[in-house]
């Protein structure tokens, strides 16, 4: 996989200009499953053409120069899918993972991990904890995989991280602040999503990344995620590049 981040922006979406350019992009890929059925196919295959186009993206991030990707993977309510679906999942995480790693290490990509470790097969654990140390140190794109995650429970494993702290002496409850959240969240030391895409024409969270959403921009499109392609991404870009991201000011021109 060619994922070179040196090569820095030249898209139709960034006009030659790099000002615009969101550090950190979050996906929602929904729309396998709708995808697979409108073609009178299974599910599963709806997951496996996911995959291909998460291959084309992390690809066209890194190409385009974008610091952080993040893609849920794998919500911690989509345990309550069918057991089929379900291990059919988790066998594609495995296949990426065993099939992809040495081509993103090799491509500079550094893998984070974030969700519930618990309860995980120790298999799929030793996997996750393969990919993390092993890309570490590499200085390219970041990959978040959010598996098994939920941000509410993220939050409340934050909570109780800061619970026992104070418990122990070392820190005072006026010291919870922001910053002492955000550091015990999974997603630690990783800047907030500036754009958040969601395929398939669902407008929801659906509970990802509650906390670290706080002033991302919203960019939702009908394309199923297996037809998410460079064309869709550099449009959701390109939309980016005209929002005026205020945080409760004024805009520049008004003051
Ligand atoms: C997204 O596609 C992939 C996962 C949630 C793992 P879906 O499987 O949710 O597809 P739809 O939304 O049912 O079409
Ligand atoms: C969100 O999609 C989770 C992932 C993309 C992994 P879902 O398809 O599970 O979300 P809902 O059920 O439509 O809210
Ligand atoms: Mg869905």
Redesign the pocket.
Known sequence: MSVNPSQNLQTSAGKGSTSKLPRHVAFI???????A?ARGLA?TE??RK?LEALRRTIRHAGRIGIEVVTIY???SE?WNRPKTEVSF?MGLLRRFVQRDLSELHEANVRIRIIGGRSDLEPGILALLAEAEDLTKNNTGLTLVVAFNYGARAEMARAAQNLARKVLAGELSPEAISEEAMSGELDTSGLPDPDLIIRT?G?MRLSNFLLWQAAYSEFYFCDE??PDFDEAAFDKAISCFGNRERRYGGLDAKAI
């Open positions: 890929m929904d729309g396998n499953g709708r995808w059925t599910r709806g997951h996911g993977s794998f919500s989509n999942l398939s669902e199923h995620w």
